[in-house]
């Protein structure tokens, strides 16, 4: 059984920081592209940023310059490091997997809970 576990969420004035953390569990032997999605209130789920298994990254620009986004392979982690957070970053942020090998063979397109964070004025 595989699990995408996400933490660090919060409440955060403008301007401060917030970083996500994302681990891959149970019968894991590797985990390919990773990334974060989230969805505002009333809103569709959309991309926010990825990054492959050798470093490879991609972000959508309202995030860039301010979101980093890295991953520790040896740990089956993905992290986000979110700067100058803005109201409009509000939302529930999930964790993706595109592809996860385990010990019985491969998952696609896998998704973790959901982590809130919530950027006041």
């Known amino acids: 059984q595989v699990h995408l576990v996400e933490s660090g969420g919060g409440l955060v004035q403008v301007g401060g920081s917030l970083r996500l953390s994302c681990a891959a569990s149970?019968?894991?032997?590797?985990?390919?592209?990773m990334g974060w999605y989230r969805q505002a209130p009333g809103k569709l789920r959309e991309f926010v940023a990825s990054i492959s298994r050798s470093g490879t990254t991609n972000a959508v620009d309202s995030v860039k310059g301010r979101f980093t986004i890295s991953r520790d392979n040896a740990k089956n982690t993905v992290y986000l490091q979110m700067n100058s957070l803005k109201p409009e970053d509000t939302g529930v942020y999930y964790c993706n997997a595109g592809q996860i090998l385990t010990t019985v063979g491969l998952v696609r397109d896998f998704w973790g809970q959901g982590t809130q964070v919530t950027v006041s004025s």
């Open positions: 149970g019968n894991v032997l590797a985990v390919n592209d």
